[in-house]
Each structure stands twice: as structure tokens, then as C-alpha cells.
């Protein structure tokens, strides 16, 4: 059975750049969720996608923006990159987005922001 | 709002010992709470998950405790090896706040041989 597949692994980007990350969830999984790592700020929630349709949302400013298709896949999109946006971004990925059933995370997208 | 916090920051034991990691939450209202693992660079492997019904859960050599009175949760490794030097996170799930994980800032745990 397939994990959390995310794609890219590794992006360099410009500042000022837009920047797209894809997820897959596992099979059967409904819910997305994503997440920002920084050694400063720890591990953040972004959003999080049921059902094609925003379900709950973190504090960050809207260049961050997401969306999920009908076969549950889900791209995070960043706009107007800046230095800071420079993370490891995960996704998780639930069973019909019950928190009973927990979470099961990607590997990361590292962003890099030059 | 949840705040979840880990002590230690970070633990370096000899191999062979047994562990206990600590996390606490100021919001006992918790739905569940799960203990991650991740390695440098990676992303999170799931370890444990802890149903707020429940006071333990045991996988291996791995036994996670939760006390949601005191806003507490421990995970113990027993006969601790090498391969388990990583990062150990706690995060809980609030059902108030919908479906997000608030996790703690980490344990980075070294296993020396």
C-alpha cells in the first residue's frame, strides 16, 4: 500500500517566485493537511482539505493557498515567495478525515528561497 | 489556545537504557495524541496514537502513556539502540479547532553504542 507521496522532493526557487506542491494521499484518504517545519517556528499547520472543499485553516497570509481534487490529490501553491517561505513543507494524509484514525505524513517537500 | 511543549529538548543516552520522553498540553480537551519520529531531513513517521479514552498504547518496544487530567503524555523506549537516534514529536488533536495537529517543538534523542 502507497504512502503519502510528495512531489517535488527538492525546489530552489527565486524571491518573488510562485512555487507549487503536489501531495497524493494514500489510497482511500480523504483528508489533506498541510504543514510548515522551520528550525524556528517548529512544525505549523497550513491547511487542511476535505472532500475538495477547505475545512480548516492556519495564520498565514493568503500568498499561501491550496486545493484538492476529486481524486483527493492536493497542491499547495505560494506566491510571492520570500526568503522566510524557505522550509520543509509535509502533508498528511486521513482516513475520511476522522482524527480517530490519526495521520500519516509525506516526506517533505524542501523549499528552498534565494 | 493548545500549547504543546517537550522536555528535553534533547537527550543523549549510551545504548542499552531505557528512556522516558515528555510531553505536555495546556488544553485537556484532546481528542487524541500522537508520538512521530523523524529523522534528519525526512518527514514523520508515526509511532503511537493514543485515543483520549485510552491511558497506553504499546508497540514493540515502545509504550506510550496519556493523562489528560494532567495534561501529560510519556513515551518510554525500553533496551534503547542506536537506530533509534531521530527526533521524537508529540502532537494533539483538538476536536474545537477541527482537524489540526498542534505538535511540540521535539525531542532530539542520540543512542551512542
Known amino acids: 500500500k502507497a504512502g503519502v507521496t510528495q512531489t517535488p522532493r527538492y525546489l530552489i526557487k527565486t524571491r518573488g517566485q510562485q512555487v507549487t506542491l503536489s501531495c497524493s494521499p494514500i489510497?482511500?484518504?480523504?483528508?489533506v493537511s498541510w504543514y510548515q517545519q522551520t528550525p524556528g517556528q517548529g512544525l505549523q499547520f497550513l491547511f487542511e482539505y476535505f472532500s475538495e472543499t477547505q475545512r480548516n485553516k492556519g495564520n498565514f497570509p493568503g500568498r499561501f493557498s491550496g486545493r484538492q481534487f476529486s481524486n483527493s490529490r492536493s497542491e499547495m501553491n505560494v506566491s510571492t515567495l520570500e526568503l522566510g517561505d524557505s522550509a520543509l513543507y509535509l502533508c498528511?494524509?486521513?482516513?475520511?478525515?476522522?482524527?480517530?484514525?490519526?495521520?500519516?505524513f509525506g516526506s517533505g517537500t524542501r523549499l528552498t528561497v534565494v | 489556545k493548545q500549547e504543546v511543549t517537550q522536555i528535553p529538548a534533547a537527550l543523549s543516552v549510551p545504548e542499552g537504557e531505557n528512556l522516558v520522553l515528555n510531553c505536555s498540553f495546556t488544553d485537556s480537551a484532546i481528542y487524541n495524541l500522537q508520538w512521530f519520529r523523524q529523522d534528519p531531513g525526512k518527514g514523520l513517521t508515526s509511532l503511537l496514537l493514543?485515543?483520549?479514552?485510552?491511558r497506553e498504547q504499546t508497540s514493540g518496544r515502545l509504550n506510550a502513556s496519556l493523562d489528560k487530567s494532567s495534561g501529560r503524555s510519556t513515551l518510554y523506549i525500553a533496551a534503547s539502540q542506536p537506530g533509534d537516534s531521530a527526533t521524537y514529536l508529540c502532537a494533539a488533536a483538538e476536536e474545537t479547532s477541527g482537524s489540526r495537529l498542534t505538535f511540540g517543538e521535539g525531542t532530539q534523542l542520540t543512542v551512542n553504542p
Open positions: 498528511a494524509s486521513s482516513l475520511n478525515g476522522n482524527l480517530f484514525y490519526g495521520y500519516t
Open positions: 489510497s482511500g484518504h480523504r483528508s
Open positions: 493514543i485515543q483520549s479514552s485510552q
